[in-house]
């Protein structure tokens, strides 16, 4: 069975940072893809990070290029995100998928940003 644990939300200040991880168990036939999501109150889902397995290529949001990094620990079989420079508008709930035979995704961490 399946299951992915987020871990390293927390509350920090503008300009601060944080590194979340990811902790996958269980085998996910033909996985092809890890990312991260993130949803605000009152908005919608979106995608902040995405790292394709079969070269590890990565894709960011606009809103996450240059402050954000997402990676991959193979040995661990996790993934992390790198948050830099964060500001209150990253405040969101933060979930890890993984998308193989089907789209597995964990449980959230919340992540706020506030003075």
């Known amino acids: 069975q399946v299951q992915l644990v987020e871990s390293g939300g927390g509350e920090v200040q503008p300009g601060g940072s944080l590194r979340l991880s990811c902790s996958a168990s269980?085998?996910?036939?033909?996985?092809?893809?890890m990312s991260w999501y993130r949803q605000a109150p009152g908005k919608e889902r979106e995608l902040v990070a995405r790292l394709l397995t079969r070269d590890g290529s990565t894709q960011y949001a606009d809103s996450a290029k240059d402050r954000f990094a997402i990676t991959r620990d193979y040995t661990k079989n996790t993934l992390y995100l790198q948050m830099n420079i964060l500001k209150p508008e990253d405040t969101a709930v933060y979930y890890c998928?993984?998308?193989?035979?089907?789209?597995?995704w964990g449980q959230g961490t919340q992540v706020t940003v506030s003075s």
């Open positions: 269980g085998f996910i036939p033909n996985l092809y893809a």
């Open positions: 998928k993984s998308v193989g035979d089907r789209a597995y």
